[in-house]
Structures are given as C-alpha cells and as structure tokens.
C-alpha cells in the first residue's frame, strides 16, 4: 500500500488513463473504480471519498496540486476513506450519477466532482471543487474530510438517513422520463414554442443563450437552421448567424490555429476557459458548415476549415484517429500558452506591424488577462481596421493573416499543454461526421479520405467480437462501450456513406444502431440506458441521458439515425423501438425544451419531411460524378445520400438486398439520374447537375408541398 509521502506509486500506476496516471504519484492511496475498491470498502466498514475530473481540467490540476499532492491531507485522506479516482471521459456512466447526486445536494455541479459515498456506493455528501483551507464559504477540504469520517464513525445512522434520501431522489430522477410515455408525437406547434423560447434567451448584442460563463449550445444552434428550412422563420437564421460571427471573433476560439475552446467566462465570448475538447470541435465545425448551406457567407466555410485543419494538425493520432482534450494549463498556469504581452507582439512583428495587429486583435498594454496579458480577439472589422490606417481592407487582411502565421510559430517555441491520447468511440464518431460533411459540402477530398481513416481505425481496432470497445490508449482499446459510442458512430458512418458510397460503412451504421435500439433498450420501454447490463457492482441507479448537455443527448441521436435508416427503406427490424423512443423524448420535450433541442432540430426535419437523393448510374461516369458532387453539397441535414450503381462490391450488393429505396432507382435511357424525394413524394429523375440543383432547392424549401 502506498503511504503518504513515501514518494511510491499507488494503485493507479497500472492505469493507461493520463487523468488516472497524473495521480499515481500522489501520497493518496487512490484505487481505480472497481471491485477491488469496493471489496477494501465492504472488508474495512470504510466509507469511500470518490474524486472524478479528466486530464484536461483546470480546476482539478488546482486540487491535485493543493490537496491530493499533500502528505499531511493524504494521510487524512487514507486514514477516514477508501479513495478512488475516476477519469470521466472512461467512466460517464459513474459520472452521469454522481453528477446528478451533487447536483441534488448543491443545486450545481462541476469537475473535479468530490463525492463521499457508503460502502455500498451510494453518495451522502458532495461537491465539486474544495480549497485546503477555508476559502469563500467553502470548508478546508482535510477539515471536511475528518469531520465526515469521524461522523460515519461516530453516527453511522445519520450517514444512512442521508444516504437513503439521496437514492430516492436519484430514483425519482432517473425513473422521472423512464416510465413508459403516452404515445405523444411530436407537433408543429411543440417546435413553434420551443423556438420562440429559445429566441427570447438570445443575447442580442453578442449572441448566445443566456448570460456568462457562455456555451456554444450546438444542439439549439442546430435546432434553429432546422426551424428556418422548416417555417422560413428569418429570426432562427440571424440568431445563428449572429452567435457564429461573435464565437468566431471572440476569444473563445483561438484566433492562431482555428480551434474553439471549451466556453467563455464572459457573455462576450472574449476571454475562454483554455481547454480545448474534441468533441466541442466537431460539433462546431458541423453547425458552421450547416450555417454555410443556410446563409452562404464564405466565413462560416472559413471557419469550418479552420477547425478541421486544427484538429488535423494538434489532435490527429498517428493512426488516423482523434484525441480527446488539450490542455488548459501549461507549465503549471492556466492559459498560458495562448496569452500575450503588447511588447511580445511587436518584438515579433515589429513595430508599424505589431501596431496595426494589437490595434485589430483587441491588445493593450494592460491586457484583458491578469497581468497585463492578452486573449487575442477580433476588436474591429476589416473595413473600420484598414479605415484606421488606411489601407485596402483585402491588403490589411493579408497583412494580419501573415502576422497570425508568424505569432503561431512564435507561440510553438512556448512550453505546450498536453493532450490527453485517449481515443473515444462517441467523439471520434463526432469528428467523423465533421470530416465527412466537410468533404461533402465544402468539396474537400482531405476531409473525407480523413473521416475515413479515422472510421477504418475505430471499426478495425475498438472493435471485439462484433461489438464495439469506448476508448484506447495507444492503440491498447478496453472498456465496454456505452449508448452514445453506438450511435455516434453510426451516426458519423452514415455520413461518411454518404462522402464516399461504400455501403460497408452504410451496413455497419445500420448494425450499430440496431444493436443500440436492441442492447440497451429498457424494460420499461422508454428511453434507452446509457450503459448496458453487464454485471458489474455499479451505483445505485443506472444512467439514463436524455438530455442534451455539451454533446447531443444520445438518445436524441439514436432516434435521427433511426429515422435516416428507415428513410433509406431499413427500418424494419427496429420500427417498435423508434416508435417508444420518439413518444418518451416528444414527452420529454413537450416538459422540458431547454434540454431536448436535438431532438427537436431530428422532429423538424421530420415534419418537414427529409430529403432523399438517390443516384443511379455508373459512378465512374463524369455526369455521375457531377450529380453527386451536387448532391453532397446540397444536402440538408437529416437527409441521405444513396447510390446504385453497375460496379457492385460484396457489400453494395448486400446493401441493395436490404434497401429498398434503392430497387428500383435506374439510369434514364442509358445516362446517369438522381432521384430527389421528399417523405413520401418524389420528384421526376434529374440527369444533369443543374436539374439537381432545381430538384434539391424545390424539396428543402419550407413550403410543404413538393413540386416538380
């Protein structure tokens, strides 16, 4: 066993987490979750102190640093506890629910999360970050840790009084959408009301929802290009648009190499909290290049490729797939990668230079940092900087892009944060989705022959006996997967089907989902669990996410999957199970809209009705290649791409067996044709690009009724 101060590892050192690993040389003798810990907890009569955070988290480098490195509060620690650490990125299903205790208790939430729990797991007090001595209200966190041990000790009644309060109200929590739902639709005017409301939360001066800290809220950005296709609502555009424009000259993306940071501390979106998440990423660079499709301004593309090139530069493995995290801290301080001193501009730009780029980027001498340092930001449009010193605004635009190019390779020579090389099912499915889009809709062949090798990667190496594995850690893969590794993935692989017509990843898609309508479907027939049965000691209830949060409620996307394979004419085999699912989120929705903005942006492409474009021809053909680069930039989201073509594959003819949107799709009189349709109505075959275009433009219009 490890004892406080001896300077040896703990039990963590066997662990491939860079969250659980940073730990392992702490005097604190941590235990990974498991049965190992629970046995010593049980054997012992020892209440557990569980610590939850992710190597890219800020505030818990703070708490390692200030408590769990302390030989004095370790041994405090070890004497009352059975410790164990929990990387949440590895363990979301531990995390979901003890999040959800915390939050009862405290009315919040956050990383690290502290929670103190009986033997038999279940929490009794908790809360997120603790200071080592009293600080701002909160307790000394060894203060905190010897009362509550000497109280399980001294009263264990109280301690189970406490406990069995807290597992009713996690029950009522989790079982409150669990229950089998009235068989409630979705409605017109259900989205109506949830737009309206999610409007009267827009900052109308620097966009968002709400004041700060500032998310990005994806899920209701997506919400709101999905109402204007379906109502022509002018409002949902400009909303969207004025937020992307406001992220993107904000702090809150870094303005060097493109890719976002996690939020903004401020309503502005000036000043980010550094770390920088995967999936943050990709789902960013897809709601811009929706916004592309919706609005055409070249900026949001711009700032597509900006993040996709970002991710391809800072958080691409060697085998093609994606990292999780960045970093927030660097040489032990927060930001500090990313921050600027006015005179460390002009030392590399130099004088007239460095004027002209502080001036456009927001940067004084006394900084809107701590310090007298920077967060760069756009301060002023091109046109009012190049007014200010005179200057052709397309001559002032080359000259601050060669200026970021020159204070990026400055910054390089700067200690860097570390990355997390966890691999994650559901993110990297995330990122292929991006990267395939990307491909798609902004004509990039990288971007798909990327969603492609990271896709190859997932299915070859995550994957064990047919079913699929959460993350790796140089290329070692472990863990069982839960609902959003399932149905992220198909998700990204049906778009990747889409970039390139391998029906390989259209029939994997359609596997995953199936298994994912079919393993982790409740009893109750409700919403479906977070993470299949599997045997193993687990807290006192089972997760259940159907809500969005910083990434799309799984159950969410598991239903728009869904209903792009039924779309396709593969739906058959789950019908049941989409129908139970669709009634417990429209009834989710219906109570709580705020949460359940993905699934609303899934039910109005539904009401609209999704579009399907299906090409028939031989591929390598230049008509049939013409027709499907249309095709790939103009479809709208919630929509499939299909292709049936006279080279056929092992997998093209499997496909073929199974979907019946494709059977009877045939070239016209011998040339190449694409057929558009609309729900359940089809237009007359297009059998040249332009008449594509037309088809297209005619079926994602607003207006309900299709012609031809």
Not at 192 to 216: Q, V
Not at 612 to 620: D, I, S
Request: charged fraction near 25%; charge should be neutral; hydrophobic fraction near 40%.
């Amino acid at each position: 066993m490890k004892r406080a101060g001896d300077g040896a590892e703990n039990r963590l050192a066997n662990e491939t987490s860079a969250y659980l690993l940073a730990h392992s040389r702490n005097p604190v003798d941590w235990r990974p979750w498991g049965k190992e810990a629970f046995d010593e907890a049980r054997r012992t009569n020892k209440p557990i102190l569980l610590s939850i955070g992710y190597s890219s988290c800020h505030w818990c480098h703070v708490m390692a640093e200030e408590s769990f490195e302390d030989p004095a509060i370790a041994e405090i620690m070890n004497e009352h506890f059975v410790c164990i650490k929990v990387d949440r990125e590895e363990r979301p299903d531990v995390d979901d629910v003890y999040m959800k205790a915390v939050q009862l208790m405290t009315g919040s939430g956050g990383w690290p999360l502290t929670v103190f729990l009986t033997p038999d797991l279940v929490p009794f007090f908790g809360g997120t970050y603790f200071p080592p001595d009293p600080r701002g209200g909160i307790p000394a966190f060894p203060d905190l840790v010897a009362k509550l041990g000497r109280l399980c000790r001294e009263n264990p009644g109280k301690i189970a009084e406490s406990a069995a309060a807290m597992t009713r109200s996690l029950r009522r929590v989790f079982a409150e959408f669990a229950a089998p739902a009235a068989k409630e639709k979705f409605s017109s005017d259900m989205l109506d009301r949830a737009r309206a409301n999610l409007l009267s939360r827009l900052d109308r001066e620097d966009g968002g929802f709400g004041g700060a800290p500032k998310f990005p809220n994806v899920p209701g950005l997506l919400f709101l290009l999905a109402e204007h296709r379906r109502t022509g609502e002018a409002d949902a555009l400009a909303a969207v648009t004025l937020t992307l424009d406001k992220m993107a000259s904000g702090g809150i993306r870094d303005q060097l190499d493109g890719g976002f940071h996690r939020y903004a501390v401020d309503a502005s979106w000036r000043v980010p909290h550094f770390e920088k998440m995967l999936y943050d990423n990709a789902l960013l660079a897809r709601v811009y290049i929706r916004a592309w499709q919706a609005g055409g301004q070249p900026r949001h593309a711009e700032v597509a490729r900006g993040i996709l090139d970002f991710l391809l530069k800072e958080m691409r493995s060697e085998n093609g797939a994606f990292f999780a995290s960045i970093d927030a801290d660097s040489g032990g301080e927060e930001g500090a990668f990313y921050l600027w001193r006015r005179e460390e501009i002009v030392d590399v730009l130099g004088t007239n230079v460095g004027r002209r780029f502080c001036a456009a980027y927001g940067i004084t001498e006394e900084g809107n940092f701590d310090g007298g340092r920077n967060v760069l930001h756009l301060a002023l449009a091109a046109e009012q900087a190049a007014a200010n010193e005179g200057l052709d605004p397309k001559t002032l635009v080359e000259d601050l892009e060669r200026s970021c190019r020159a204070l990026l390779a400055a910054r390089e020579t700067r200690t860097r944060p570390s990355t997390d090389r966890k691999i994650i099912t559901a993110w990297n499915g995330l990122a292929i989705a991006a990267f395939a889009l990307g491909g798609m809709v902004l004509g990039e062949k990288g971007y798909t022959a990327a969603a492609r090798k990271a896709a190859d990667f997932l299915l070859d190496r995550h994957m064990k006996g047919g079913r699929l594995t959460h993350s790796s850690v140089d290329a070692k893969a472990g863990g069982k997967a839960f609902l959003d590794d399932y149905v992220y993935l198909a998700d990204g692989l049906l778009a990747l089907y889409g970039a390139t017509f391998d029906a390989a990843y259209l029939l994997e898609a359609e596997r995953l989902a199936r298994m994912a309508l079919t393993d982790f479907r409740s009893d109750t027939g409700g919403p479906l669990r977070y993470a299949a049965p599997d045997g193993e000691i687990s807290p006192p209830v089972r997760a259940v996410k159907i809500f969005d949060d910083a990434v799309p409620s799984p159950n969410a996307v598991a239903l728009d999957v869904g209903r792009r394979i039924a779309l396709i004419g593969m739906e058959s085999v789950f019908s049941e199970s989409l129908d139970d699912l669709e009634s417990a989120l429209a009834s989710a929705a219906a109570r709580v809209p705020e949460g359940n903005l993905y699934a609303l942006a899934s039910a109005s492409a539904d009401l609209v009705g999704r579009v399907r474009t299906a090409l028939a021809g031989n591929g390598a053909d230049a008509t049939a290649a013409d027709l499907a680069r249309t095709a790939r930039e103009r479809m709208p989201a919630g929509g499939v791409l299909l292709f049936k073509g006279k080279e056929t594959d092992a997998a093209q003819r499997r496909l073929l067996t199974k979907a019946r949107a494709l059977r009877d799709m045939r070239p016209v009189e011998g040339r190449p044709a694409a057929y558009v349709c609309r729900g359940k109505t089809c237009l007359p075959p297009a059998t040249d690009a332009a008449e594509l275009v037309r088809r297209i433009e005619n079926a994602v219009s607003s207006n309900r009724k299709v012609n031809p």
